[in-house]
Protein backbone atom coordinates (compact mmCIF):
# COMPACT_ATOMS: atom_id res chain seq x y z
CA UNK A 1 0.00 0.00 0.00
CA UNK A 2 1.66 3.35 -0.65
CA UNK A 3 1.43 5.99 2.03
CA UNK A 4 -0.47 8.96 2.46
CA UNK A 5 2.30 10.06 4.97
CA UNK A 6 4.13 13.92 4.32
CA UNK A 7 6.01 14.18 1.07
CA UNK A 8 8.91 16.28 -0.46
CA UNK A 9 5.99 18.51 -1.11
CA UNK A 10 4.83 18.91 2.06
CA UNK A 11 8.49 18.86 3.59
CA UNK A 12 9.98 22.03 1.53
CA UNK A 13 6.18 24.02 1.87
CA UNK A 14 7.97 26.90 3.34
CA UNK A 15 11.30 26.98 1.38
CA UNK A 16 11.82 29.14 -1.14
CA UNK A 17 9.30 30.82 -3.28
CA UNK A 18 5.42 29.28 -3.61
CA UNK A 19 5.68 26.29 -6.18
CA UNK A 20 3.05 25.92 -8.64
CA UNK A 21 0.76 22.96 -8.63
CA UNK A 22 1.72 21.01 -11.93
CA UNK A 23 5.70 21.07 -10.34
CA UNK A 24 4.08 20.04 -6.82
CA UNK A 25 2.37 17.24 -8.52
CA UNK A 26 5.16 15.84 -10.52
CA UNK A 27 7.38 15.72 -7.64
CA UNK A 28 5.05 13.08 -6.11
CA UNK A 29 3.53 11.82 -8.87
CA UNK A 30 4.64 8.39 -9.30
CA UNK A 31 4.13 8.10 -5.13
CA UNK A 32 0.38 8.82 -5.66
CA UNK A 33 -2.18 5.74 -4.93
CA UNK A 34 -4.19 4.95 -7.89
CA UNK A 35 -7.49 7.44 -6.58
CA UNK A 36 -5.01 10.63 -6.19
CA UNK A 37 -3.38 10.28 -9.72
CA UNK A 38 -6.62 10.65 -11.12
CA UNK A 39 -7.60 13.59 -9.42
CA UNK A 40 -3.52 14.37 -10.25
CA UNK A 41 -4.63 13.85 -14.23
CA UNK A 42 -7.87 16.05 -13.96
CA UNK A 43 -6.05 18.79 -12.02
CA UNK A 44 -3.09 18.69 -15.14
CA UNK A 45 -5.89 18.30 -17.32
CA UNK A 46 -7.75 21.63 -16.40
CA UNK A 47 -4.50 23.53 -17.07
CA UNK A 48 -5.44 27.16 -16.79
CA UNK A 49 -9.71 26.70 -15.69
CA UNK A 50 -8.56 25.02 -12.92
CA UNK A 51 -9.29 27.74 -10.49
CA UNK A 52 -12.47 27.74 -12.04
CA UNK A 53 -13.40 24.25 -10.31
CA UNK A 54 -14.61 23.61 -6.98
CA UNK A 55 -13.01 21.04 -5.05
CA UNK A 56 -16.56 18.84 -5.28
CA UNK A 57 -16.24 19.36 -9.13
CA UNK A 58 -13.09 18.06 -9.44
CA UNK A 59 -13.42 14.92 -7.20
CA UNK A 60 -16.26 14.34 -9.27
CA UNK A 61 -14.36 14.73 -12.81
CA UNK A 62 -11.82 11.76 -10.82
CA UNK A 63 -14.27 9.68 -9.60
CA UNK A 64 -12.68 10.34 -5.86
CA UNK A 65 -14.31 10.90 -2.80
CA UNK A 66 -14.07 14.64 -0.68
CA UNK A 67 -11.87 12.69 1.59
CA UNK A 68 -9.15 11.85 -0.78
CA UNK A 69 -8.95 15.23 -2.35
CA UNK A 70 -8.98 16.89 0.67
CA UNK A 71 -5.37 14.49 1.22
CA UNK A 72 -4.08 15.05 -2.16
CA UNK A 73 -4.04 18.97 -1.98
CA UNK A 74 -2.55 18.60 2.01
CA UNK A 75 -0.12 16.47 0.13
CA UNK A 76 0.91 18.94 -2.31
CA UNK A 77 1.83 21.01 0.72
CA UNK A 78 -1.75 22.76 0.29
CA UNK A 79 -3.33 23.65 3.59
CA UNK A 80 -6.79 23.56 1.76
CA UNK A 81 -8.26 23.58 -1.93
CA UNK A 82 -9.26 26.88 -1.33
CA UNK A 83 -5.08 27.69 -0.61
CA UNK A 84 -4.20 25.82 -4.26
CA UNK A 85 -6.98 27.55 -6.20
CA UNK A 86 -6.13 31.16 -4.81
CA UNK A 87 -2.61 30.66 -5.98
CA UNK A 88 -3.82 29.10 -9.44
CA UNK A 89 -5.65 32.31 -9.93
CA UNK A 90 -2.25 34.14 -9.92
CA UNK A 91 -0.34 31.81 -11.76
CA UNK A 92 -0.10 32.70 -15.50
CA UNK A 93 -0.76 30.46 -18.40
CA UNK A 94 0.79 26.99 -17.76
CA UNK A 95 3.88 26.14 -19.94
CA UNK A 96 4.87 29.34 -21.18
CA UNK A 97 8.79 30.53 -21.07
CA UNK A 98 8.21 33.53 -19.55
CA UNK A 99 6.07 32.33 -16.59
CA UNK A 100 8.03 28.42 -16.57
CA UNK A 101 11.41 30.37 -15.83
CA UNK A 102 12.26 29.30 -11.79
CA UNK A 103 14.62 31.16 -11.04
CA UNK A 104 13.29 34.61 -12.84
CA UNK A 105 12.09 36.10 -9.17
CA UNK A 106 14.92 34.64 -7.33
CA UNK A 107 17.30 37.65 -6.37
CA UNK A 108 20.54 37.73 -8.49
CA UNK A 109 22.52 36.22 -5.58
CA UNK A 110 20.10 33.35 -4.85
CA UNK A 111 20.48 31.53 -7.99
CA UNK A 112 22.94 28.55 -8.49
CA UNK A 113 26.28 28.39 -9.44
CA UNK A 114 26.84 26.65 -12.85
CA UNK A 115 28.29 23.59 -11.54
CA UNK A 116 25.39 23.38 -9.44
CA UNK A 117 22.56 24.61 -12.35
CA UNK A 118 24.55 21.67 -14.37
CA UNK A 119 24.04 18.90 -12.11
CA UNK A 120 20.17 20.39 -11.70
CA UNK A 121 19.77 20.08 -15.30
CA UNK A 122 20.57 16.25 -15.87
CA UNK A 123 18.78 15.07 -12.70
CA UNK A 124 15.44 16.47 -13.88
CA UNK A 125 16.46 14.80 -17.20
CA UNK A 126 17.00 11.65 -15.14
CA UNK A 127 14.08 12.36 -13.26
CA UNK A 128 11.60 12.97 -16.19
CA UNK A 129 12.41 9.34 -17.30
CA UNK A 130 11.73 7.45 -14.15
CA UNK A 131 8.26 9.45 -13.86
CA UNK A 132 7.41 8.64 -17.60
CA UNK A 133 8.60 5.06 -17.09
CA UNK A 134 5.40 5.40 -14.37
CA UNK A 135 3.06 6.78 -16.78
CA UNK A 136 3.39 4.40 -19.02
CA UNK A 137 1.24 1.01 -19.87
CA UNK A 138 3.49 -2.10 -21.21
CA UNK A 139 -0.01 -2.83 -23.43
CA UNK A 140 -0.18 0.46 -24.81
CA UNK A 141 3.44 0.41 -25.85
CA UNK A 142 3.15 -3.28 -27.30
CA UNK A 143 -0.13 -1.69 -29.14
CA UNK A 144 2.13 1.45 -30.70
CA UNK A 145 4.50 -0.40 -31.51
CA UNK A 146 2.24 -3.49 -33.38
CA UNK A 147 0.74 0.10 -35.66
CA UNK A 148 3.84 1.09 -36.53
CA UNK A 149 5.43 -2.08 -37.50
CA UNK A 150 2.41 -2.94 -39.71
CA UNK A 151 0.92 0.23 -41.16
CA UNK A 152 1.22 1.33 -45.18
CA UNK A 153 1.81 4.59 -44.25
CA UNK A 154 3.27 6.29 -40.77
CA UNK A 155 2.12 9.82 -41.05
CA UNK A 156 4.35 11.91 -38.41
CA UNK A 157 3.00 15.18 -37.23
CA UNK A 158 4.68 17.86 -35.01
CA UNK A 159 4.24 22.00 -34.47
CA UNK A 160 6.14 23.97 -32.67
CA UNK A 161 8.28 22.30 -30.28
CA UNK A 162 7.28 19.31 -30.95
CA UNK A 163 8.06 20.07 -34.96
CA UNK A 164 11.76 18.61 -33.81
CA UNK A 165 10.59 15.82 -32.15
CA UNK A 166 8.77 14.88 -35.22
CA UNK A 167 10.94 15.22 -37.62
CA UNK A 168 13.36 12.34 -35.36
CA UNK A 169 10.79 10.13 -35.01
CA UNK A 170 10.64 10.44 -39.11
CA UNK A 171 14.52 10.08 -38.98
CA UNK A 172 14.58 6.90 -37.47
CA UNK A 173 11.42 5.01 -38.99
CA UNK A 174 13.12 5.47 -42.36
CA UNK A 175 16.12 3.15 -41.02
CA UNK A 176 13.73 0.47 -40.66
CA UNK A 177 10.74 0.59 -42.72
CA UNK A 178 9.65 2.50 -46.05
CA UNK A 179 6.24 4.41 -46.22
CA UNK A 180 7.31 7.07 -44.18
CA UNK A 181 5.85 10.48 -44.94
CA UNK A 182 5.94 13.80 -42.44
CA UNK A 183 2.85 15.95 -42.71
CA UNK A 184 2.75 18.99 -43.14
CA UNK A 185 4.72 19.08 -46.15
CA UNK A 186 6.65 22.55 -46.62
CA UNK A 187 4.51 24.22 -48.70
CA UNK A 188 2.19 23.65 -45.82
CA UNK A 189 -0.20 21.49 -47.79
CA UNK A 190 -2.29 19.96 -44.82
CA UNK A 191 -5.62 19.57 -46.52
CA UNK A 192 -4.00 17.59 -49.44
CA UNK A 193 -2.03 15.36 -46.86
CA UNK A 194 -4.95 14.40 -44.93
CA UNK A 195 -7.28 13.55 -48.04
CA UNK A 196 -3.96 10.95 -48.97
CA UNK A 197 -4.75 9.30 -45.24
CA UNK A 198 -6.29 5.53 -45.24
CA UNK A 199 -7.67 3.58 -43.03
CA UNK A 200 -4.97 1.01 -43.15
CA UNK A 201 -2.36 3.71 -42.24
CA UNK A 202 -1.24 5.37 -39.17
CA UNK A 203 -0.56 8.72 -37.93
CA UNK A 204 1.66 9.52 -35.09
CA UNK A 205 1.42 12.82 -33.97
CA UNK A 206 3.93 14.24 -31.38
CA UNK A 207 2.10 16.91 -29.24
CA UNK A 208 4.12 18.95 -26.33
CA UNK A 209 2.65 21.46 -24.54
CA UNK A 210 2.03 24.45 -26.33
CA UNK A 211 0.54 22.94 -28.99
CA UNK A 212 -1.48 25.09 -31.67
CA UNK A 213 -5.29 24.68 -31.50
CA UNK A 214 -4.75 23.33 -35.52
CA UNK A 215 -4.14 20.02 -33.81
CA UNK A 216 -7.14 19.59 -31.75
CA UNK A 217 -8.80 20.05 -35.24
CA UNK A 218 -6.49 17.40 -36.97
CA UNK A 219 -7.13 15.05 -34.49
CA UNK A 220 -10.59 15.32 -34.28
CA UNK A 221 -10.88 15.03 -37.72
CA UNK A 222 -8.80 12.18 -37.85
CA UNK A 223 -11.12 10.40 -35.38
CA UNK A 224 -13.88 10.95 -37.35
CA UNK A 225 -12.66 9.63 -40.67
CA UNK A 226 -11.36 6.74 -38.99
CA UNK A 227 -7.96 6.66 -38.92
CA UNK A 228 -5.56 5.67 -36.43
CA UNK A 229 -3.46 8.00 -34.28
CA UNK A 230 -1.05 7.46 -31.61
CA UNK A 231 -0.33 10.28 -30.03
CA UNK A 232 3.16 11.37 -28.07
CA UNK A 233 2.57 14.00 -25.45
CA UNK A 234 2.72 15.39 -22.11
CA UNK A 235 1.17 15.00 -18.39
CA UNK A 236 -1.06 18.50 -19.27
CA UNK A 237 -2.74 17.05 -22.41
CA UNK A 238 -6.55 16.71 -22.41
CA UNK A 239 -7.49 13.65 -24.02
CA UNK A 240 -11.10 15.21 -24.69
CA UNK A 241 -8.89 17.94 -26.36
CA UNK A 242 -6.68 16.03 -28.25
CA UNK A 243 -8.41 12.36 -28.56
CA UNK A 244 -5.87 9.77 -30.13
CA UNK A 245 -6.31 6.01 -30.34
CA UNK A 246 -3.44 5.78 -27.88
CA UNK A 247 -1.84 8.35 -25.63
CA UNK A 248 1.75 7.95 -24.57
CA UNK A 249 2.44 10.63 -21.98
CA UNK A 250 6.12 12.01 -20.70
CA UNK A 251 7.28 13.91 -18.01
CA UNK A 252 8.37 17.10 -19.87
CA UNK A 253 9.59 19.26 -16.75
CA UNK A 254 12.80 21.69 -17.13
CA UNK A 255 15.29 22.29 -14.67
CA UNK A 256 14.70 25.86 -15.72
CA UNK A 257 12.69 28.40 -18.04
CA UNK A 258 12.35 26.03 -20.96
CA UNK A 259 10.71 22.14 -20.95
CA UNK A 260 12.54 19.06 -21.25
CA UNK A 261 11.93 16.53 -24.06
CA UNK A 262 14.68 14.20 -22.91
CA UNK A 263 11.84 11.31 -22.48
CA UNK A 264 9.90 11.91 -25.38
CA UNK A 265 13.51 11.33 -27.32
CA UNK A 266 13.89 8.44 -24.88
CA UNK A 267 10.37 7.16 -25.64
CA UNK A 268 10.34 7.98 -29.39
CA UNK A 269 14.19 5.92 -29.67
CA UNK A 270 12.58 2.61 -27.58
CA UNK A 271 9.25 2.79 -30.15
CA UNK A 272 10.79 2.53 -33.04
CA UNK A 273 13.80 0.19 -31.76
CA UNK A 274 10.76 -1.96 -30.80
CA UNK A 275 9.43 -1.56 -34.73
CA UNK A 276 12.67 -2.84 -35.87
CA UNK A 277 12.67 -5.59 -33.47
CA UNK A 278 8.85 -6.25 -34.50
CA UNK A 279 9.94 -6.66 -38.23
CA UNK A 280 12.93 -8.36 -37.89
CA UNK A 281 13.91 -9.33 -41.32
CA UNK A 282 12.40 -6.73 -42.77
CA UNK A 283 13.65 -4.28 -41.03
CA UNK A 284 17.61 -5.27 -41.89
CA UNK A 285 16.59 -5.90 -45.17
CA UNK A 286 15.59 -2.05 -45.33
CA UNK A 287 18.52 -0.95 -43.73
CA UNK A 288 20.98 -2.26 -46.13
CA UNK A 289 19.88 -1.26 -49.13
CA UNK A 290 19.50 2.17 -47.51
CA UNK A 291 23.63 1.56 -47.24
CA UNK A 292 23.49 -0.08 -50.60
CA UNK A 293 22.16 3.56 -51.56
CA UNK A 294 24.35 5.49 -49.50
CA UNK A 295 27.46 3.81 -51.04
CA UNK A 296 26.16 4.42 -54.47
CA UNK A 297 25.64 8.34 -53.90
CA UNK A 298 28.30 8.60 -51.83
CA UNK A 299 26.62 11.15 -49.85
CA UNK A 300 28.45 9.97 -46.09
Known sequence: ?????????????????????????????????????????????????????????????????????????????????????????????????LYDDSHAAKEPEARPEPASALADHFQRDIDNLSATRSFLSEADIA???????????????????????????RGLLLNVRGGIRQMPSQAFDLAEDMAGIGKNDLVLVVGFRRWPRMLSGILALLSARGIPTVLITDKTAPGTELPADITLRCQNRGAGMFDSYAAGISLLNYLVTQVGEALGGKARKHLEEVEDLHDALGDI
Open 1 to 97: MVSEGPSRAQENRDVGPPRRIDYRIFDVYSELPDTQKRLADAVLECRGSFASYSAAELARMADVSKATAARFFRRLGYDSYEAARIEARETPHWGSP
Open 143 to 169: AAVERLATAQTVWVVGFRNSFALAHYA
